[in-house]
């Protein structure tokens, strides 16, 4: 499950229920960001001023199961710690939008961006790369 909080208030029990919370897309310096600090919950940033760039954040490793799923970014900067793009992570994105992948990344499910027409930005010869020749997506290098 995941959770994009705005500009509301958030009481102390909002996610208590939540079993399967995978992560929170809050504001840089917003309420909920400061909730997630405290309450230890996984969060990202987005930033207000720019919200067509997503910079995930460093410490992930992977993109789990529909986690950026129908987001509206038109880039996504993937960071080298992330080696794994599981099932739907980045399906049904806006048309042409850019995703910014490292050599770290070993292995994209076959459905990682369905219904997605996407534009790759990685390196020749790595693991991206391949991917998106098997797959039809456009590879700039």
Known sequence: ?????????????????CNNLKMILCYSGSEAESY???HALPYMLV?????SVMRLPSRLEQISEEMMMGT???EYV????????ES?????????????LTDNVVYIADDAFEGSCVVFYCRP?????AYANKHGIQCVQ
């Open 36 to 38: 997630c600090k405290l």
């Open 88 to 100: 739907r992570a980045f399906a049904a994105l806006k048309k042409g939008a850019i995703i910014r």
């Open 72 to 74: 509206r970014a038109q």
């Open 47 to 51: 930033d207000a001023e720019n919200s």
């Open 125 to 129: 010869g790595s693991y991206a790369t």
């Open 1 to 17: 499950m995941y959770t994009r909080v705005h500009k509301r208030r958030i009481t102390y029990d909002a996610f208590e229920y």
């Open 78 to 85: 993937v960071p080298a710690s992330v080696k794994r793009i």
